[in-house]
């Protein structure tokens, strides 16, 4: 994908003072990187509210800076967002470098239908990651990852980290034998809950009773 652009101006206006920005329709933020100075930006609301709606954490994006003739390629790193609202209130830009290799989380996107669940009555699937943590140069950084959830047919079976396919250039670093998702028997995952809310209450019953023998 093409990397989307984003047009900034240098900011002059630091501290609390960037509430009179913020008021202006204009949100502050900075640029910084591995061996360069942080630079202190601003952007328009709404040009920066379109961007965040079509990237992601992984996304290059090209930000032209008012005085550069070159525009500096970024990724979003941090969004500071008021609580009530959302709308966002600080922007941070991480520059990148073409041969430097980036960490990064990276969603996972499930998509088809398991076999198992209309073949076996009871049956649910136990989502235990969203994300895995890679590692890439920033061109071969992927949007996310997608998880093939066509392969589950049988009860038990599992989807693992290794089992999901990355492109060249991508190395996961999470333990590839971790479960992403897996097919349980809904009744069975109940009557597990329900007995170690048992065994809880027993062993809180127990406390209680040793707790009134010893006030005796």
């Given at each position: 994908m093409k990397p989307l652009e984003l047009e900034v101006a240098r900011r002059q206006i630091t501290g609390k003072k960037v509430r009179s920005l913020r008021r202006q329709g204009i949100i502050p933020g900075n640029i910084y990187g591995h061996g360069i100075d942080s630079v202190p930006v601003q952007v328009d609301a709404k040009a920066l509210k379109h961007l965040l709606s079509h990237v992601g954490r992984t996304d290059l994006v090209l930000l032209k800076v008012n005085g550069s003739k070159e525009p500096v390629r970024v990724l979003v790193r941090d969004v500071q967002r008021n609580p009530i609202t959302d709308e966002p209130l600080h922007v941070d830009f991480f520059q990148v470098r073409a041969t430097d290799k980036i960490k990064a989380e990276v969603p996972l996107e499930f998509v088809g239908e398991a076999p198992v669940l209309e073949r076996v009555s009871g049956t649910t699937l136990l989502y235990l990651m969203d994300s895995l943590h890679i590692e890439a140069l920033p061109d071969h950084l992927p949007h996310s990852l997608q998880v093939d959830l066509s392969v589950l047919e049988d009860v038990e079976q599992s989807i693992h980290v290794k089992d999901i396919p990355v492109?060249?250039?991508?190395?996961?670093?999470?333990?590839?034998?971790?479960?992403?998702?897996?097919?349980?028997?809904?009744?069975?995952?109940?009557?597990?809950?329900?007995?170690?809310?048992?065994?809880?209450?027993?062993?809180?019953?127990?406390?209680?009773e040793e707790e009134a023998s010893e006030e005796d």
């Open positions: 492109s060249q250039g991508v190395t996961v670093l999470n333990d590839p034998e971790q479960v992403v998702v897996k097919v349980a028997e809904a009744r069975k995952e109940v009557e597990e809950v329900a007995a170690a809310a048992e065994v809880a209450a027993a062993e809180e019953a127990k406390e209680g």
